[in-house]
Each structure stands twice: as C-alpha cells, then as structure tokens.
C-alpha cells in the first residue's frame, strides 16, 4: 500500500517555467588511482648485481625519468617511463638469471668431469 500524500508538501516543478527542456542533474565522480611505480628499487639491483649489456642503466634511467614525472604531476609521462623501466628489469633478471644458471651447470659439469679423469689415472688406465 502506498502511503497517503501529503498536502502541505511543497511541490517542485519538473519542467522549468519557459520551456519544454527536462532537468538535467550532473554528478562527478572522482577515482583516485594509485600513482604509477617508478621501480627504482629494482632498477637498483640491476643495475649493480646484474648490468648486463647496460640493460640495468637503462632501467635505472627510465625509473629515474619515471620518478621525475611523477614529482612534476605528469602521470602518464611516469606511467610510460615507469613501463619502460619495468621491461629492462624484466630483461635484465632473466639474462642474469641465466648466466647464473648456466653457470652453475658448467660448474658441476667441469667438477663430475674432473672427477672422472682423476679415478681414470688413479686406476692405472693413464
């Protein structure tokens, strides 16, 4: 059931007084985004640990450029910046990653190599 109207209720018009156009009401929504990341932590430890064919400074310069914008106000200058830093450092981890793992298998191949060479003249074939 509806419930009685009220007659003393001021009435609003819906129209406005000289014309036939319909109110329009606007409403603004703000979102707030998180600022873009600069990644400069990481372009650190490439940089020192892992520099590989400069691809470390180069993420530290764009994680630099990145942070730059990002004081300035320029978001989306950052945003791309930052990006950009982000797959040198990608690269970066994954080039050394693999020199470390290569690494360590030539390490105990040569060592099981060795192995086998010594036992081979201590046996009295050499």
């Known amino acids: ?29 703000t ?4 600022p873009p990341k600069d990644y400069i932590i990481w372009s650190l430890f490439s940089f020192f640990y892992g520099n590989v064919c400069c691809l470390g400074l180069m993420a530290l310069i764009f994680s630099v450029k990145a942070r730059d914008r990002k004081v300035v106000g320029d978001l989306d200058g950052a945003r791309i910046h930052g990006s950009t830093a982000r797959i040198y450092n990608i690269i970066s ?6 020199f470390i793992f290569s690494s360590i298998i030539a390490v105990i ?15 009295g074939y050499g």
């Open 93 to 98: 981890t994954v080039l050394i990653s693999l």
């Open 31 to 34: 979102i707030h985004t998180d």
């Open 1 to 29: 059931m509806n419930p009685p109207m009220n007659p003393n209720a001021p009435s609003y018009p819906l129209m406005p007084a000289g014309g036939n156009q319909p109110v329009v009401q606007h409403t603004t929504v």
């Open 109 to 123: 191949v040569i060592s099981v190599q060795a192995s086998r060479a010594v036992n081979y003249y201590y046996r």
